[in-house]
């Protein structure tokens, strides 16, 4: 069983900057060419889930169009840890963001809610103007 969890949400205002990371632990990390892809998604109240970036463990990424140019994703294989940097944050930004894995490496099943088999916790991220 493979766990997640998130940390570096809190509260910035607009314009600013948080990093958000996760760690992977359980059964996760054995295999690093065909390691489970890693993911992040948000939601905000009354809004449903929504893929914001997603990364397999040969770097490859995928990243919503709505952070495009300002949240980049990276991906530490050796320490099964994945982080998003998310510069010039919006109010609209704000929300609540869960790390995310599947069970198949292809970066793509990390970008759709129904693909993912593990959840973490969710950290929430405020933006004030």
């Known amino acids: 069983q493979v766990q997640l969890a998130e940390s570096g949400g809190g509260s910035v205002e607009a314009g600013g900057t948080l990093t958000l990371s996760c760690a992977a632990s359980?059964?996760?990390?054995?295999?690093?060419?065909?390691?489970?892809?890693l993911g992040w998604f948000r939601q905000a109240p009354g809004k449903e889930r929504e893929h914001v970036a997603a990364?397999?463990?040969?770097?490859?990424?995928m990243i919503a169009d709505s952070v495009k140019g300002r949240f980049t994703i990276s991906r530490d294989n050796a320490k099964n840890t994945v982080s998003l940097q998310m510069n010039g944050l919006k109010n609209e930004d704000s929300a609540m963001y869960y790390c995310?894995?599947?069970?198949?490496?292809?970066?793509?099943?990390?970008?759709?809610?129904?693909?993912?088999?593990?959840w973490g916790q969710g950290t929430q991220v405020t933006v004030s103007s």
């Open positions: 359980g059964d996760f990390g054995f295999d690093p060419p065909n390691d489970p892809c």
């Open positions: 995310a894995t599947s069970k198949y490496s292809w970066v793509g099943y990390c970008r759709s809610a129904e693909s993912i088999d593990i």
């Open positions: 990364i397999d463990s040969n770097n490859n990424a």
